[in-house]
């Protein structure tokens, strides 16, 4: 079993930054893919990034490109998501996730195990 553990969330103004992390437990965070996920009140889980094993495959969604960043540490079994520019829309529950996997993974339901969540709050 593969258990996850986010944190970083918080209370930001609009344009300012925060990272997220995503504490893996298990030696075989290696061969995971990661992903990470937002969901807002009302709405329904949405994609945000995921990253392969090797940290070489990464994706983003639009609404994130170019001001979200996500990496991996292997030996510290932690994925981080960078948030930059964040906006009032940005608010959501942040969540991450693992499958082993050879490549990234854009569909939540192909994920095989999830953290807690971490809130994020970006007020205006």
């Known amino acids: 079993q593969v258990q996850l553990v986010e944190s970083g969330g918080g209370l930001v103004q609009a344009g300012g930054s925060l990272r997220l992390s995503c504490a893996a437990s298990?030696?075989?965070?290696?061969?995971?893919?990661m992903g990470w996920f937002r969901q807002a009140p009302g709405k329904e889980r949405e994609f945000v990034a995921t990253?392969?094993?090797?940290?070489?495959?990464?994706y983003y969604a639009d609404s994130v490109k170019g001001r979200f960043t996500i990496s991996r540490d292997n030996a510290k079994n932690t994925v981080y998501l960078q948030m930059n520019s964040l906006k009032p829309e940005d608010t959501a529950v942040y969540y991450c996730a693992a499958k082993r996997s050879t490549a990234w993974i854009i569909l939540a339901r192909e994920y095989d195990y999830w953290g807690q969540g971490t809130q994020v709050t970006v007020c205006s």
């Open positions: 990253i392969g094993w090797s940290g070489g495959s990464i």
């Open positions: 298990g030696r075989t965070f290696s061969s995971y893919a």
